[in-house]
Structure formats: structure tokens, C-alpha cells
């Protein structure tokens, strides 16, 4: 069972990225559910989504708290979120950010965890593509990049037929963006890139 935790904050589209997880996750072959994990949060307040996928039938419903991969879609939330809480050995988590890995590390205060750490723009990619704040497409186009549990075509696939028209597109662009520097990054060992096994 692969299990996710999504990090951000009231309208930047964290509940829809875990359920356009979870239905990427279908695609992909795998049982699939998202578990939204809120309250009646405002625009901007830290809100917290999980979803989980196996390939045998899921009959767990609670919130992820061991998390193999975190998603932060907000940087400024990881001194407060702790969002590397209870993160399994060797897991991986993917940060919305310019920063480099070991001050997304610095910042979270992980730097003993051992997990691999990743980060892409996710904001300025989807800025640029979408014009919206909604980095959720980039985030698990990031995710499929680096590793095999869904697929870009999947995570464009989903967006569009949540999103049909212009928006769907756009987050597909913004997907194939964030695969790409995503992919390039673990190429050549990026500096976006950094890996700590148990």
C-alpha cells in the first residue's frame, strides 16, 4: 500500500490533488481513495489531505499518519506543518519551491530524516501556464516523474476531464512543465534533488 499526505493551505487546491491522486491512481491500476482531512478552513489556512492506493482492496478509512510520500504544495509550511511527521523510512517528499533540498531540510527541520527530497516550481510552472495559484496539476506530475505509482498521461487525463476546456489544458501544460524539469533534475542530480537512505 502506497500512502500520501498533501500539504497546503485553503485554495490552492489540496483536497482536489489528493482526489485527482486517488483517480490517477485507478488509472494506473491501483484500489485508490482519498481522504480529505480539514475543517471549515479559510483561504490561506494550512489544510491537510491524504490519499492511499494498493493493489488489494483498501479497508483502512483513517487519515494518513505514516505517510511514503508528502506532497507540500506551500514551502512556508514546513516549519509549522510538520509535514516530514511520521514520514516512513525511506520515503519521499516533493516541495512547491526554488529552494534546494538541504534548505528545504534546514527549514522543516529534517535534516536527520531519511527520505529523498525533491523540489520543483510548481507555483511559478503553474503561474506561468494557468495564471491561477493552483499548483496541484505540477505536484503530481512531479510525483509521476519520480516514481512509477502514476503516469503523466494519467495526471493530464484526470485534469482534463475534471477541468474541461482552457483550465484543463492548462494544467496539463503545467504537468508536462513539471515532468520535464522533474525528470531532468533526477537526471542529472540537480540540485533540486537530494536523497537520504535508512
Known sequence: ???????????????????????????????????????????????????????????????????????????????????????????LVIVN?????????????????????????AMQITLERLGRPRPAAAMLAAYAAASSDITLDAVKQVFRERFPGPVGEGNARAADDAFAYVRAELAGAGRGLESRHA
Open 1 to 91: 500500500m502506497r500512502q500520501v499526505r498533501v500539504h497546503g493551505r485553503g485554495g490552492q487546491g489540496v483536497v482536489t490533488a489528493a482526489e485527482m491522486l486517488a483517480r490517477a491512481g485507478f488509472l494506473a491500476g491501483h484500489e485508490a481513495q482519498a481522504i480529505p482531512s480539514f475543517g471549515s478552513e479559510r483561504t490561506g489556512a494550512p489544510v491537510v489531505s491524504c490519499c492511499r492506493f494498493a493493489d488489494t482492496p483498501l479497508r483502512t478509512r483513517e487519515p494518513v499518519l505514516h505517510p511514503d510520500v508528502v506532497l507540500v504544495q506551500d514551502p512556508t509550511l514546513l516549519a509549522s506543518d510538520h509535514p516530514f511527521a511520521g514520514l516512513a523510512p525511506g520515503g
Open 97 to 121: 519551491t526554488t529552494a534546494d533540498a538541504p534548505a528545504v531540510r534546514a527549514q522543516a527541520g529534517a535534516e536527520d530524516v531519511h527520505a529523498t527530497v525533491l523540489t520543483v516550481p
